[in-house]
């Protein structure tokens, strides 16, 4: 038999993170403990679907309105206009101005992929590989391959952490902006930054952002956390806001995997064929939406619980004026046809129904100084903030009077977990009198903390 045409095709090394969770599954030791994808977990180790999406989904299953037919090219309108307001934020000068645009994409990386190779055909000339694309060191391990893959031939790192003050490198980081080209592109994480946890204060954002300024450099927002990291959305958008205020053109990579919890498609694969219905056969054994049948497999899926195509995400485009983005729009337009050429719905409808219902929207997050951070007796116009969600509730805080799931956003309740595991981690290694500060362990915020321990270290179980 002749040789393979694709025995020259080298093996390529696995993606370390998802490598680990397959080692980790493989692992028979009770005591293992996953510190490897950034994926949030209960207090039993498990994923954990949000209650305020297993409801949309319900409903989204149960609204015969609905359909299956393509949606436009740059995705769901209702989706992309929320998404960019919950980034931009309600007040956005940009959004008032009419100078923004978005594109649904599979998840943040779809995201950053789009935005890539938009900046790689149009940005500071056409198809201009030699643009200096400047990435944290560290950062995320994708944000240098994706850039690769778009065609750009001039990825360089940015100074940011300090691994002797474990904090923020800043004058290293603005150093490299005075010395960066003019119109180099920098990758900037909103906030939670992936993997050291160290964000900028508003302060040093402040800095960055006047530095960026003088020297026209490109800013391209990364927002993989916004509210998973602090549980405010305000807080973890505030850096994208100040740039926007700052009269900046940028993009802004929004994902929803995290806050939404939707890191995933379908999970009907490697079912054991005893649980599949008969009748289902093997049509909704793989993807559901790839075979025949997919709307019975689409409420077979949501009646468990799952669901398909949920992977979601939204690239920001800010300009300075209405014209630019329509222009901007019409070539991402291009580059979506060749790329996924349609975007799936599930996804968006999901977060797209949460953000743009009040009740929805309050079970997902709840909004500060309304619940949960208001003080008892504290005068609350609840009709005010949540318009329909309960007109008549004025007056003391209204704690006792909301559901439960309202007492607390689901998003709320992830940042806290995660806030939580920071603050007991610290305080067992301090009880535990191991040597070295641990402040760095609470003062880092988000999934990922670079806790300053090294191949030195032994750990003795
Ligand atoms: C900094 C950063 N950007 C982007 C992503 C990708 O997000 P998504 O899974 O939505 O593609 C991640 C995911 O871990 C991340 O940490």
């Known amino acids: 038999m002749a040789a393979s045409i694709f025995t020259a095709v080298p093996r390529a090394p696995p ?17 293992k403990v996953n510190l490897g994808v950034g994926a949030y977990r209960t207090d039993e180790g498990q994923p954990w ?9 319900q409903m989204i299953a149960n609204d015969n309105s609905l359909n299956h037919e393509y949606l436009p ?22 959004i008032k101005e009419n100078r923004i645009g978005s594109v649904q994409s599979l998840g943040g990386t779809g995201a950053l992929r789009i935005g890539a190779e938009f900046l790689r055909r149009w940005y500071n000339g056409n198809n201009n590989t030699a643009t200096p694309v400047y990435i944290s060191a560290p950062s995320w391990e994708n944000h240098n391959s994706v850039f690769v893959d778009a065609g750009f031939k001039d990825i360089r790192t940015y ?17 490299d902006m005075e010395k960066a080209p003019e119109f180099s592109i920098f990758i900037l994480h909103a906030c939670a930054h992936n993997p050291t946890g160290t964000d900028p204060t508003p302060d040093q954002w402040k800095q960055i952002a006047a530095v960026m300024k003088r020297r026209f450099l490109f800013p391209f927002f990364d927002s993989a956390y916004q509210g998973f990291a602090s549980g405010s959305l305000d807080k973890d958008a505030w850096a994208v806001r100040y740039f926007v205020s700052e009269g900046f053109e940028l993009f802004c990579a929004q994902s929803f995997s995290k806050n939404f919890g939707l890191y995933s498609e379908c999970l009907a694969v490697s079912w054991p064929s005893s649980i599949i219905p008969r009748q289902m056969g093997l049509a909704c054994w793989g993807v559901g939406r790839a075979l025949p049948c997919h709307d019975v497999c689409d409420q077979w899926l949501t009646s468990l619980g799952l669901s398909t195509d949920e992977r979601v995400g939204n690239l920001t485009v800010v300009g300075k004026d209405a014209d630019n983005v329509q ?31 009040p009740q929805l929207f309050a079970e997902w997050y709840v909004l500060p100084g309304l619940v949960g951070e208001g003080k008892p007796g504290e005068a609350v116009s609840l009709s005010a903030r949540l318009g329909q969600m309960a007109p008549n509730q004025t007056g003391a805080c209204p704690h006792a009077l909301l559901p439960a799931c309202c007492r607390k956003g689901n998003v709320k309740t992830m940042a806290d977990r995660v806030l939580l595991m920071r603050s007991e981690l610290r305080s067992r290694l301090e009880s535990l009198g191991t040597p070295g500060t641990w402040n760095h362990i609470t003062e880092q915020i988000g999934m990922f903390s670079f806790t300053g321990l090294n191949r030195k270290y032994k750990v003795a179980w």
């Open 49 to 57: 679907v949000l209650p305020v999406v297993k409801k949309v989904e």
């Open 159 to 175: 100074h940011y952490w300090d691994a002797a003050k474990r904090g923020l490198d800043l004058q290293g980081l603005l150093d």
């Open 73 to 94: 090219i740059l995705g769901l309108p209702e989706f992309r206009a929320n998404a960019s307001r919950i980034a931009l934020g309600d007040d956005s000068p940009a």
């Open 327 to 357: 222009r901007v729009l019409s070539q991402m337009e291009k580059i979506v046809r060749t790329t996924w050429s349609n975007p799936p719905s599930q996804g968006a409808r999901i977060v797209a129904t949460t953000l743009s219902s």
């Open 15 to 31: 993606v370390a993170v998802f490598k680990l969770t397959a080692d980790f599954r493989e692992d028979g030791d009770a005591r």
